[in-house]
Every structure is written in structure tokens, then in C-alpha cells.
């Protein structure tokens, strides 16, 4: 790396400003001319027809500035919650992040989520309260607020010194008073037996390395107030975001470690991956094992722009074309140390999808591979007779989104059913079942017998191969591991659709038995040589076998719902959840406020939240995060 580069990403709540102050962010960098405007459609980040036409981010966008020196690659993400996977996709790749805060709204349930995932991860994250310029801003209950209901330390950075609310607001720097070195010395011995001893020893100077030390721990979050809209406050928050955040790390030396992030079409179709670079150098022509794909060109950010590359280095964000076979999530080259991934809850909505006219039913299942290219957990799942489609969803704002995109970049008018709840199956007990080679009714040349057990709720499918590797046909498969994983493609191919017709999962599935076909072979086992189209066909067969030993229970997907309310409202509000079926996990009180923690079918989640306004003079705040499947109730 030439230069000090901060992968940094801006997260926030549908409408907090998070656009609005990455376009001040690029005009005070000179990156700009002009300011764009969401509700104009004129941004850089939100490039997409429908994004423009929306007023919202629908993918998260890359674009680059320079602050003081460092290379900033700024990664602006969707605020919908129907968009949540994407911003899942961003959190690995980030050095830091900015949380971006409504000054006036204040908390709002995706802050809490967004919050809760930055906090796993540990992402050094600075906390931005906007909007300051309009009518009902409020900082210092916003300030509270966000300590209290984000349950974060935030050491103040700047403060409104006039016109707070007005188009005037002026934004000064606020010190690092004692409440500041309080929160710091909470983390650091070191700090509080200097201040203990001798104040005079705390300089200015020793505050602001501590502070950038547990800022880069994610123990505290600086907090800067201003307005993207007018430019109050944005400097010093330019200043925090290259003084405090830790810069891209690793060595441009040594094998290359990375991740694809975001995959998208160029002009002609062709695919493009980016990739945050982690360690080491990507060249052009470059193979990526174990698959076929070889780097054919690479573009990296310079000056601003997209510029065409011989190599991309540890730190970089890069756009690569060649990786074919590469999805968003998988390594390139050596996987990233540390990599994590679903730091969000899994789509727990389901619609099916039909052409408008019947002869596009080929084409729309190529459009919505390529778009589950873009999006992984956008899941396409089909009935025993392959032609109905069902696609998994976060809510309907997605559905419409996947609608007006099939028919904008693919000619494809669709319509949905009505959406449903995406229940999964879980075995019930053990179960196998066996399909020997040469036997009435078993078609096909091969041997496959399978193990079917149930699993930790949650701990999703592992598939085990556990057999001799004399009995695999290696003049298929290059070796054992290449048939492992074929197998473990065929068994997960085949629980997309359990007995009950909803995905399988929870359960390790085994493969006892195994045997091919050859024609100098034994007897039992004589004949043609076995391909690998036998064992693909033959393993869901004898899955589906299994599945039926084993019986399977059919789950839904449940919330935890918390809910703030007015104390007096204490009563409306448990009466309603009981009416939904609700188990109430905690409740409690402080003051003339009140909150509940209750699960309750994800299906019931909108109702409550319709309900809530009435149930609370409209004081009532309810945010709900996934909390797994339980068995459906009779």
C-alpha cells in the first residue's frame, strides 16, 4: 500500500441522512462539484434506476476520498430493513464504521440492530448525530438516548453552540471534560491511577491517544453532532474519522487473502466482483483455486475513481473481472483470518414468483440466478414439478424491488403471490435408508446409503462422508475430497425441499455407504462404468428415503420483540401479545416507562406493530430481531 487507506462504512436507519452526508462527505473532499439530492435522484452513491427513482439505497455503493492523506474508501449501505442482508456483506470488509443518527427521530430499530451487529464484530465505529438544522432536533436526549437504548459508551467530540433546530445551527468542538476522562479511565487503569495522582499528567494530547486506542477496541464511539445538509459539524467529523479510526492493516507481501463483497454486471453482462483485499497482491492473470477462475482485469480506486490496475494490494478495495465462479462471501485466495459472516437474521418471508407471460418461465429462472449472484440469501426454491418458483424475502419492499428490477435489466414483467411465513423442517429422530447398486429399484449405477440425525437448533446442516475411499469411484472424482464435496453439494441440493415441501436443516446427514459400477468388477458390482450424474441423481432419492424414516417437524420463525412503552400502557400492551401468542420474557419498569421483551411468531410482528400506536397514544417503540424456528403450533 502507498498510501494510508480506512475502509469505512456509513450504516444508519431508513431516512437518518446516511446518502445525504456520504455526498457532503465527497464535496468537502473535492471529489464533487455539487451536492446531489436523494429525493432528486442525483446522488453518487445511489447509481440504480430504481434507487434514484425510490429515494433509497437498495445496494451498498464504494466510492473514494482523500482526508488528509488517507485514501478513504467510503462503502455507503442500505438503511431499509428488507436490505439488511447487504449491509451483512459490507460489516466484514470494514476497518471502521460511521452510525448515523436522527437528531430528531433518535433511536429507531435498525439503529439497534445495526448497533448490535458493529458491537459482535467489533468494528471501531463513530456515532454521527444529524439533522441538527431541523425543527424538533434534540441532542442531548438523543445523546441519552443513545447511550441508554444502544448501551454504548459515546464521548462527546463536538456540541450545537447556536441555533439548534434552525438552518443557522452553528457546531464548535466540545472538550474533553471530566465526564470524558471518567469513561475512558473505566477502560485503562493506566489513565485513572494518572489522574488519580496528578491531573496534570492527563494532557490533552494523552487524552486523545487513549481515546483513539479504545475507540479502535470499539470500547468507546466518539460522538459527533451536525447537519449533512447544511455542512455543520461534517469537518470535525472528517478530522475523527482519520485521527481515531484504525487504517486498513496487512502486509501487500505474502500469499493473497480477501473477500468478494458485492458482485454486479458490467455494461455487457459480464461479471464483476469486489473484493476487500486483506493480505498480500492480486495480479492480473493470476489463478484462484481450487476453481477455474483466473484474474483478467483489475480496477482500484485512485484520485477518486475507478482506475485500471495491474495489481490489487492488502487494504484495497478492487473490482475484478474473471471470477467466474466466485459468490459474495467467498474467499479469493487464502480465506481471511478471522472471517465471519451472518452477522444478521436469515429472510424469514417467502412468495412465489410467476411470469406475466408463461414462455418467460427459462428466462426468469436465468435472471434470478444471476440476481442471487448479487444477493445470496435472495433463495430460489422450486416445487416437485420444477416449474413453480418461490423466492425468499425480508419484506415487501424487497418483493417490489425484485419485481421492478426483472423488468427494467432482464424484460421480465412478474407477479407474486401473497407473501407467506418460510417455515423450515427439522428430523424428528434418526433415519436411514440404502440403494445398492443392481437392484430393481435402484435405476442407477451406484451405491449410496445415508445417515439422517437431528441437530442443534440453529447449527444449520453438516453433511459427513464416511466411507472407505475404495468404494469411490476415483476415475470419477480426482480424489476423496473433490467426491466429499460433491456430495455434500447433492445433499444440500436435496434438503431445499423436506417431506413437507419447506428446506431441511439442523441435522447431520452421513454417508455410510457407497459403491460405483465397472466392468471388470466383482459380480455384485459389474457393469458399466458409474458417472458422477449417478450419484447426483441417486443422492436425493435416497435423502428423501431417509427424511421418511426419520420424520420431520415443521418450524416457524419467531421473534424477540422489545417494546418501550408509557407505564399506563403496561396493560393494553400484555393483553396484546397474549392475543398473538406471545410469551413475555421480561418486563420492566423505570419511571413512567416500561419495557417488554416477548417471542412471538415472525408473522405476527406487523400486527403488533399496526397495533401499537393505539395501544400507547402513539408513544410506543417496538424493534424485533430473528430468534430462530420453533415448531409450528397446531
Request: glycine residues 10%.
Amino acid at each position: 500500500m502507498s498510501a494510508r487507506i480506512l475502509n469505512l462504512g456509513i450504516l444508519a436507519h431508513v431516512d437518518a441522512g446516511k446518502t445525504t452526508l456520504s455526498e457532503r462527505l465527497l464535496h468537502a473532499a473535492g471529489v464533487i462539484d455539487e451536492i446531489g439530492r436523494v429525493d432528486d435522484g442525483t446522488t453518487r452513491t445511489d447509481s440504480l434506476a430504481l434507487e434514484r427513482q425510490r429515494g433509497i439505497t437498495i445496494r451498498a455503493a464504494v466510492v473514494s476520498l482523500p482526508i488528509r492523506g488517507t485514501a478513504v474508501n467510503l462503502i455507503d449501505t442500505p438503511g431499509h430493513p428488507d436490505f439488511v442482508a447487504e449491509v451483512d456483506r459490507v460489516l466484514g470488509v470494514l476497518d471502521g464504521a460511521v452510525l448515523v443518527v436522527s437528531a430528531v427521530e433518535g433511536v429507531q430499530p435498525q439503529t439497534r440492530v445495526l448497533m448490535r451487529a458493529l458491537r459482535r464484530l467489533r468494528v471501531p465505529t463513530l456515532l454521527f448525530l444529524n439533522k441538527v438544522d431541523r425543527p424538533g432536533a434534540d441532542v442531548a436526549r438523543v445523546t441519552a438516548e443513545v447511550e441508554r437504548r444502544l448501551a454504548v459508551t459515546a464521548v462527546p467530540m463536538s456540541r450545537v453552540e447556536a441555533g439548534e433546530g434552525g438552518r443557522t445551527v452553528q457546531v464548535g468542538p466540545s472538550g474533553m471534560d471530566a465526564d470524558a476522562v471518567e469513561k475512558l479511565a473505566t477502560h485503562s487503569e493506566r489513565l485513572l491511577a494518572a489522574y488519580v495522582e496528578d491531573e496534570s499528567r492527563v494532557t490533552p494530547g494523552v487524552l486523545r491517544a487513549e481515546l483513539a486506542a479504545q475507540t479502535a477496541q470499539a470500547l468507546v464511539h466518539p460522538l459527533y453532532v451536525g447537519s449533512a445538509a447544511t455542512g455543520a459539524g461534517v469537518d470535525s467529523l472528517m478530522d475523527g474519522l482519520v485521527d481515531l479510526l484504525p487504517a486498513a492493516g496487512g502486509e501487500a507481501g505474502g500469499s493473497a487473502s480477501g473477500t468478494v463483497f458485492k458482485v454486479e454486471r458490467g455494461a455487457a453482462g459480464e461479471k464483476v466482483a469486489y473484493v476487500r483485499m486483506f493480505a498480500g497482491t492480486l495480479h492480473i492473470r493470476d489463478p484462484l483455486p481450487p476453481g477455474p477462475d483466473k484474474v483478467t482485469a483489475i480496477n482500484v480506486f485512485h484520485s477518486g475513481r475507478w482506475v485500471r490496475r495491474p495489481a490489487v494490494s492488502a487494504g484495497e478495495i478492487g473490482q475484478l473481472w474473471g471470477l467466474s465462479t466466485h459468490k459474495v462471501g467467498d474467499p479469493v485466495g487464502r480465506p481471511p483470518a478471522g472471517a465471519a459472516s451472518g452477522h444478521f437474521a436469515p429472510p424469514t418471508l417467502e412468495a412465489v414468483i410467476e411470469p406475466a407471460r408463461p414462455g418467460d418461465h427459462v428466462a426468469l429462472r436465468t435472471a434470478l440466478a444471476q440476481l442471487a449472484e448479487q444477493d445470496p440469501l435472495i433463495d430460489v426454491r422450486t416445487d416437485e414439478t420444477g416449474r413453480q418458483l418461490a423466492v425468499s424475502l425480508y419484506g415487501e419492499v424487497q418483493k417490489e424491488v425484485i419485481q421492478a428490477t426483472l423488468a427494467a435489466d432482464y424484460g421480465i414483467e412478474v407477479g407474486f403471490r401473497e407473501t407467506t411465513p418460510l417455515y423450515l423442517e427439522r428430523p424428528t429422530r434418526a433415519g436411514e435408508a440404502l440403494a445398492l447398486l443392481n437392484t430393481p429399484d435402484n435405476p442407477f449405477r451406484a451405491t449410496v446409503g445415508l445417515r439422517v440425525e437431528p441437530a442443534a437448533a440453529g447449527s444449520g446442516v453438516d453433511v459427513r462422508v464416511a466411507v472407505d475411499y475404495r468404494s469411490v469411484p476415483l476415475f470419477v472424482y480426482r480424489n476423496m475430497a473433490e467426491f466429499a464435496a460433491s456430495m455434500d453439494g447433492y445433499v444440500r441440493e436435496a434438503l431445499r425441499r423436506g417431506p413437507r415441501g419447506w428446506p431441511v436443516t439442523d441435522c447431520v446427514v452421513t454417508m455410510t455407504r457407497s459403491g460405483y459400477s465397472s466392468p471388470d468388477g466383482p459380480p455384485a458390482t459389474r457393469g458399466p462404468l458409474s458417472t458422477a450424474a449417478d450419484f447426483r441423481k441417486l443422492t436425493p432419492v435416497v435423502v428423501h428415503q431417509a427424511l421418511a424414516a426419520a420424520g420431520t417437524t415443521v418450524c416457524e420463525p419467531i421473534s424477540r420483540v422489545h417494546i418501550e412503552a408509557p407505564a399506563a400502557a403496561l396493560g393494553p400492551v400484555l393483553a396484546a401479545l397474549s392475543a398473538l401468542a406471545a410469551t413475555v420474557e421480561a418486563q420492566r419498569s423505570r419511571g413512567d416507562e416500561v419495557t417488554v421483551e416477548a417471542l412471538l411468531p415472525a408473522a405476527s410482528v406487523a400486527v403488533l406493530q399496526r397495533e401499537l400506536p393505539g395501544l400507547t397514544a402513539g408513544e410506543g417503540v417496538l424493534d424485533s430481531a430473528y430468534a430462530g424456528h420453533a415448531p409450528l403450533r397446531s
